[in-house]
């Protein structure tokens, strides 16, 4: 009998097996099985009142509609060559609403496209650090898009063959069509995919036109001020050192123990109120007077900066000569802003050694403001104002598994730290520590006999006493504006001061420019109300004006601050939380209204008490 040779037989049964049918089916269930997953997760967090079992069949068949709708189209369209784009559609969706939900899972909030539009290079940096291999994460959802993309091509099409068997495949797709679409829509309106679409659409709010109406009308009078030039009778040099995300909740021994032998020699306010929540919303406020802005800082408006009546152009008007550093090794996002309000100077990585370390954010802020105060020193000017821009406590915070910095290890507040809150914690410890080597070596030295030294915050962040409020891009709570301001008066006028006094009194962070030139005795281009008489001691408690922050994200916020009462106003749901913050401090338990037209006069009332000289 003849040997049969195995290849020749198998061949014709491997020849009917469809392997490309299968491959293409195990990948796209194991996509399926991936998405329907993270769906599931993101529902678990967001609806824990729901039965798990009824998350998970709803993700499985949320997850299961981009094939439903792609099989039914191709059967209702018959035009084949719509397959590929309609298919190039509904995986971009399904991928976006994958990063969308991974962003979720993560912080426990929607991603804002904004964060990223009005803050571009510090977003991506940002994103970089946090995500160390994101360029090898960015790569797997590329693998995964393009496996998807065709396993969804071929199972879409062998379902769309096999319903077209039956009878009247048309009639059974408009049938299911309309049944399935409606709870398909549904269900997408939960996901985070449907948040970061509406997020896009959430900019026509009508309190966020009339407070936009009162941002812009402010610009607007402040750039028609001429500024006069004069020479000062008895200049004072000022030193204004802003430190980074320093929230006043941590000004205490165990965190700050530098700054706060620092305020025995001055005055502190543990009630500043931050403008907003990042760096360049608050040089509008620190250095321009300026009432948050909502929606992009500033320098990206269509504004001409030059015109803008700032600290820096107007101290150079009186003789002054005016200096920016910056300890970044690049200027980055803040350039648009600084470059354009009067600065004589502006310092980087000009004034380093090739041998200074650099962090995640720059220059670490110890080699930094060692850096600066020799520069400083050496230069004897008479007339000083020097602003100082300090970004090692800058998130993510300092990680001891990093090893970035293993001399600081051991000297850390919490040397095992793995909460955003025990990290921020370390990295405010070390900015507090740098703060006191650079006060002791240069400071008192060479600076204090005729230099105001003043301290203040960029802005808060956010400790967690909120569910889930670890981040700034997230609620406007007094946990994410509250910063410490502090006033070390030059040994020359001292004794002007209510020196070792802590103050209660609440004020935002655009009252600093104007309270500077009260205290130099220079004509306030800003027009808001000066709190020197909180410094001198004369006027000790001042809350009876209104304070205004804004977060622009999530959604957007407006918060107002009339003390002791909070209106909170969230664009996003059309809602007013109010707060009595005497006697609920942590703002936990708001009264929640419908944002009505006596809402709406509140806010027009605030904004005007705040902008008293310009609106009429």
Not at 64 to 77: A, D, E, F, K, N
């Amino acid at each position: 009998m003849d040997t049969i040779n195995k290849t020749d037989y198998y061949q014709p049964m491997l020849r009917k097996i469809p392997l490309k049918k299968i491959f293409s089916t195990a990948f796209f269930l194991a996509t399926l099985i991936s998405f329907s997953f993270v769906t599931f997760l993101e529902w678990r967090h967001k609806y824990n009142n729901i039965s798990w079992y009824l998350l998970l069949i709803a993700s499985f068949i949320h997850s299961t509609g981009p094939m439903t709708i792609l099989v039914l189209l191709s059967i209702l369209l018959r035009k084949k060559h719509l397959n590929i784009p309609l298919t190039i559609t509904l995986v971009i969706l399904q991928v976006l609403n994958l990063s969308s939900q991974m962003y979720f899972i993560d912080r426990r909030f929607s991603f804002d496209i904004y964060l990223f539009l009005y803050n571009t290079n510090v977003a991506l940096k940002t994103v970089s650090l946090v995500y160390p291999k994101l360029l090898i994460k960015l790569l797997g959802v590329l693998i995964i898009s393009i496996v998807y993309f065709f396993s969804l091509l071929e199972t879409g099409s062998f379902f769309t063959e096999q319903l077209c068997k039956f009878k009247r495949p048309m009639k059974i797709a408009r049938i299911f069509l309309l049944l399935y679409l409606p709870f398909i829509v549904f269900l997408t309106t939960k996901t985070e995919i449907y948040n970061v679409l509406l997020s896009l659409t959430n900019r026509g709010n009508e309190v966020r036109k009339v407070y936009n109406k009162y941002y812009k009308y402010q610009l607007e009078e402040q750039s028609s001020i001429e500024l006069t030039t004069t020479q000062l009778s008895s200049p004072q040099n000022i030193m204004i050192i802003q430190l980074e995300s320093l929230n006043s909740d941590l000004v205490n021994d165990r965190i700050t123990p530098n700054l706060m032998k620092i305020m025995d020699r001055g005055i502190y306010m543990k009630n500043m109120v931050a403008n907003s929540v990042n760096s360049a919303r608050s040089f509008e406020g620190g250095l321009c007077g300026l009432i948050p802005s909502l929606s992009a800082d500033v320098s990206r408006l269509n504004v001409d900066m030059t015109k803008l009546p700032c600290l820096p152009r107007i101290l150079k008007k009186h003789g002054y000569t005016t200096i920016f550093f910056l300890s970044n090794d690049t200027l980055g996002d803040v350039e648009p802003f600084i470059s354009k309000v009067g600065f004589d100077e502006i310092h980087f990585n000009d004034i380093m050694q090739p041998e200074d370390k650099k962090l995640r954010w720059g220059y670490s802020d110890s080699i930094f403001l060692k850096r600066v105060g020799e520069y400083l020193s050496e230069r004897n000017d008479r007339n000083l104002f020097a602003f100082i821009d300090l970004t090692t406590n800058h998130f993510p915070f300092y990680d001891l598994s990093k090893n970035e910095t293993p001399e600081y290890n051991n000297m850390v507040p919490n040397p095992s730290a793995k909460f955003v809150k025990e990290k921020l914690e370390n990295t405010t410890y070390l900015q507090d520590m740098f703060l006191g080597e650079f006060y002791k070596k240069y400071y008192e030295p060479y600076f204090s006999e005729n230099t105001d030294l003043i301290l203040f915050s960029d802005h808060s962040w956010p400790l967690g006493i909120h569910p889930n409020n670890y981040f700034n891009e997230n609620y406007a709570y007094q946990e994410n504006f509250l910063i410490p301001f502090v006033f070390i008066p030059s040994n020359q006028t001292a004794k002007k001061y209510a020196v070792g006094t802590v103050s209660d009194s609440v004020y935002g962070q655009y009252n600093i420019p104007s309270t500077i030139l009260d205290l130099l005795d220079i004509e306030d281009y800003f027009h808001k109300t000066s709190f020197l008489g909180v410094l001198t001691g004369k006027s000790p408690i001042q809350n009876e004006r209104c304070t205004v922050s804004t977060q622009p994200y999530s959604g957007g916020y407006i918060s107002l601050v009339q003390y002791p009462i909070k209106h909170l106003y969230s664009l996003k749901e059309n809602k007013v939380y109010i707060f009595n913050l005497e006697e609920d401090p942590n703002e936990l338990n708001p009264n929640i209204e419908e944002i009505s037209k006596e809402n709406k006069d509140i806010m027009e009332s605030c904004l005007r008490n705040t902008l008293n000289h310009f609106v009429k």
